[in-house]
């Protein structure tokens, strides 16, 4: 059996070791055989292993887990950006123009583009990335978009009920009717998950509220788009629904709120229980649009599981970095660095449902990340500096 030991660890996140909620250890030691963790503990009692790391004092923490990504697409919308910072509001509506590149797209250019954003996250420390489609918006096109993301990501999502594509604009419910008919035949093989944007100018909640329960019966897990542009149903079609996650939450009632945070399930972990919907906050889109970031203290405060992704795509968010959301989240969203960093982790494990990432303790996936730094403090800290020395996944050095 293939064994590594990373060594003199200066601070360890665990997500899972001890009562503060990051699990922290000093001088510590992580044992890696094959794929998994098998052993936390003190530098000074480490045992031998096969291959040795020895990390210089620097601190070492989860993989990040970026829950929410749309990964597979053709072309780039940096002219809409920069109208949109001149001035223009962000309406949704462009997300018609990517789905023009992508169909016209060969596979091979769709599947060049997944690859290059899923190494350019994964050397920012993302060792799971959910891939969405959503670009396709027809049974062929959706069906593609997820074969090439499985190639890429177990966790696959498909998101045929993105934007009503311009050729059903007058009739919506033809529409609804193809994506849980036979769109929803042709992705399921590939996915994992389905996805609405529900959203004023996408789904209503009627829509939505018939799709996902098409998933539900095709086998696939539930999330949403919610809340994003404005307050409306989704967040409690989520709860409704059990869904692992309500995604951007920007506009929240406080029936919202209380709807969140009253779905808990009592939990074995540390923690004792979590709330079964994850708010997943996703403030690159807001940096990028200019608009008023999600109230994350308001979601901590009342007990809510909040997750951060990138919610990577070339309209609302063309970023990848979680350590770049990470320090949004603090900045712009009173998220302390600690909180950050869980929702970062173990907060988007939640998200897709994982108790295997997100996490150090023994028995874990072996996805580590070593910062060119002391502390995950550094990650808000020392925004925009690429902090990330190494990342292992599955117990492999990348
Ligand atoms: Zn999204």
């Not at 250890?25 to 031998?48: C, F, I, N, Q, T």
């Not at 008023?292 to 990138?310: I, Q, S």
Request: aromatic share 6%; proline share 6%; charged share 20%.
């Amino acid at each position: 059996m293939s064994s590594l030991l990373v060594d003199n660890i200066g601070e360890l996140v665990t997500n899972g070791i001890g009562a503060d909620p990051l699990g922290i250890r000093r001088k510590a030691a992580v044992l890696v055989e094959e794929d998994r963790v098998a052993w936390v503990g003190p530098s000074a009692y480490a045992p031998a292993a096969e291959h040795r790391i020895d990390v210089g004092g620097a601190a070492v923490l989860p993989g990040f887990v970026d829950s929410h990504a749309h990964l597979v697409f053709a072309g780039d919308r940096a002219a809409e950006f920069a109208a949109r910072m001149a001035g223009e509001p962000y309406t949704g509506g462009g997300i018609r123009t990517t789905v023009g590149a992508t169909r016209a797209a060969t596979d091979d250019e769709l599947r060049t583009t997944v690859r290059r954003l899923r190494g350019e996250a994964l050397r920012q420390g993302t060792t799971t990335m959910e891939i969405k489609s959503g670009y396709g918006l027809n049974v062929a096109d959706e069906a593609r978009s997820l074969r090439i993301a499985a190639e890429t990501s177990s966790e696959t999502t498909f998101l045929g009920a993105h934007v009503v594509p311009a050729e059903y604009a007058d009739r919506p419910d033809d529409y609804v009717g193809l994506v849980c008919g036979p769109m929803l035949a042709a992705a399921a093989p590939y996915a994992k998950w389905i996805d609405v944007f529900c959203e004023r100018g996408a789904f209503d909640v009627d829509h939505a509220r018939a799709i996902l329960a098409c998933g539900q019966a095709a086998g696939l897990g539930v999330r949403l788009h919610a809340n994003q542009l404005g307050p409306g149903p989704g967040v409690q079609l989520g709860v409704e629904l059990g869904a692992a996650s309500v995604d951007h939450c920007t506009h929240l009632s406080d029936a919202d709120v209380d709807a969140l945070a009253s779905n808990r399930f009592d939990c074995m972990c540390h923690e004792g229980a979590h709330t079964t919907t994850v708010a997943t906050l996703l403030p690159g889109a807001e940096f990028s649009t200019r608009s008023p970031y999600p109230d994350a203290r308001r979601l901590l405060d009342a007990g809510v599981t909040v997750a951060l992704a990138t919610d990577c795509n070339p309209g609302s968010s063309y970023t990848s970095s979680m350590p770049f959301c990470i320090a949004l989240a603090v900045r712009e969203m009173r998220m302390t660095p600690a909180e950050a960093v869980w929702a970062a982790t173990a907060g988007g494990a939640r998200a897709l449902r994982r108790d295997d990432i997100g996490v150090l303790t023994p028995g874990a996936r072996a996805d580590l990340v070593v910062l060119d730094a002391p502390s995950y403090l550094h990650l808000a800290y020392r925004p925009g500096v690429p902090l990330i020395r190494q990342v292992i996944r599955n117990g492999v050095p990348q």
